[in-house]
């Protein structure tokens, strides 16, 4: 009788609810992450990252499983532990994780995007180019103000990046300077992303006057097949050459732009754009809600960053839209200033709002393509600021 009792404390020892009272946080982690469930099945807010952040949040929280050891990245990055050690004495969230932290599934994500881009309105219109440079205000404007908060300049930079509107941008950089703040950061990038409807337009309304909002544009210029399969390429060399650092991001954005436009490699672009992509989105978005283990994520830190990037996006707006007025007095009220707006590289999410703005104040407005400029120049500009800030930091 005594085994059969020490067999069942024993059992009754080794599961989750019993080591739950080391850390009763964890139930509101695992609370947490059932919200973030409910916000992106039923809310749809960016379903395909944040259910599986959620999922990986709720695995992470339950005690005893051995899936993720955020001790054992702490001697990764002291340089006690190295990867082969990870890899063989890991859980399955450990290994999953190693793709996080090469920066091996943020790079393959952009090649998803970069063969689902046209890049055309870009290169029919390239002053929008400066309107995808002028939303990256918001980068600087959240490091400046973070930096005052008192977070490490490299802390700084990764909470920045959120102003940028570009999820894999925000997990690639926070992976290589600011790891311990990955969930947080990562989780405030993807749900402001998904809250672009609802964020931008009241600050594009008092921005803009409803003659400015009502200001319809030209169509644009077709774009010859020669120019999209050259602007890929010498994009890739010349930003490269300038900043080496963001050759994974970049590089893999303009491969798969490439694929998509060079007419001889389809069934590349193809994959890039589905099975690739679902099959990474899998693996990037589990390995990150990993990583909200609740002593790393409940902390003040965590509520500071999602302050600062709801700050960010809305600096980010500010600035496309500022720059936007100027273009449209500069140019004789030719250029729409609500195009600015979608400088932030939410695309085409940003897009359609300039786009729906656009129509309710002058209903035979069609703004979309026009704002795909500024929103597919601003994914370039955020893979630069993030080359910019990783080349600083590091």
Request: include cysteine.
């Amino acid at each position: 009788m005594d085994k059969v009792l020490d067999i069942l404390n024993n059992l009754w020892q080794s599961t989750g609810f019993y080591q739950l009272g080391a850390d009763p946080l964890q139930l509101v982690m695992i609370a947490l992450g059932g919200l973030l469930l409910y916000m992106g099945i039923v809310k749809k807010f960016e379903p395909l990252l944040l259910v599986g952040i959620a999922f990986g949040m709720i695995l992470t929280n339950i005690p005893g499983n051995g899936l993720y050891h955020p001790e054992m990245w702490d001697g990764y990055i002291q340089g006690t532990v190295t990867i082969t050690e990870i890899f063989h004495n890991g859980g399955l969230l450990d290994i999953l994780y190693i793709g996080v932290k090469s920066g091996l599934y943020p790079s393959l994500i952009f090649l998803g995007v970069g063969a689902m881009t046209d890049f055309g309105p870009l290169l029919a219109n390239p002053k929008s180019l400066l309107l995808g440079a002028a939303a990256q205000f918001g980068v600087m404007g959240a490091f400046i103000m973070a930096g005052a908060m008192g977070f490490a300049p490299n802390v700084a930079a990764s909470i920045a990046i959120i102003g940028g509107a570009d999820g894999p941008t925000a997990i690639w950089l926070t992976s290589k300077l600011a790891p311990e703040y990955l969930a947080a950061i990562a989780i405030a990038a993807y749900s402001y992303m998904a809250l672009i409807p609802l964020i931008q337009p009241p600050l594009m309304r008092l921005m803009t006057t409803k003659e400015e909002r009502e200001c319809k544009m030209e169509q644009l210029k077709p774009v010859s097949k020669e120019k999209k399969i050259i602007f890929p390429v010498i994009v890739a060399i010349v930003v490269i050459f300038l900043l080496p650092a963001v050759a994974p991001l970049l590089g893999c954005l303009m491969l798969g732009n490439l694929f998509r436009e060079c007419g001889v490699t389809d069934r590349l672009s193809d994959t890039s754009q589905n099975a690739l992509m679902n099959i990474v989105t899998i693996f990037l978005a589990v390995s990150v809600g990993a990583t909200a283990v609740a002593d790393r994520f409940l902390t003040p830190e965590t509520l500071m960053i999602i302050v600062l990037g709801l700050i960010a996006f809305e600096f980010a707006t500010f600035g496309g839209l500022l720059l936007g007025k100027i273009m449209y007095y500069a140019t004789g009220k030719k250029v729409n200033p609500l195009i600015g707006s979608a400088g932030v590289s939410a695309v085409p999410m940003a897009a359609r709002v300039s786009q729906i703005e656009g129509a309710k104040a002058n209903p035979s407005n069609f703004l979309l393509m026009h704002a795909m400029g500024p929103n597919v120049a601003g994914v370039i500009g955020s893979a630069v600021a993030a080359g910019f800030m990783l080349a600083i930091f590091l």
